[in-house]
């Protein structure tokens, strides 16, 4: 997982999170349409496909 490191850029976003939250995609989603998420030692995609949809990939 350290070769993921050196990928991500130094931006920073701040979001509130509590139990009603949610965030719009295009917070999360890069200039592509994708975010990568690390998950109990696993990497999944999320991509936003060309009919606007979002699709979670391992």
């Given amino acids: 997982m350290t070769q993921l490191k050196k990928n991500v850029t130094t931006t920073a ?11 719009a995609s295009s917070l999360l989603l890069n200039h592509q349409g994708k975010l990568w998420i690390e998950h109990a030692g696993e990497r999944y995609q999320l991509r936003r496909t060309s009919n ?6 391992k």
């Avoid at 606007?52 to 990939?57: A, M, V």
């Fill in 52 to 57: 606007n949809r979002l699709i979670l990939t």
């Fill in 13 to 23: 976003r701040r979001v509130a999170i509590n139990a009603e939250s949610s965030v």
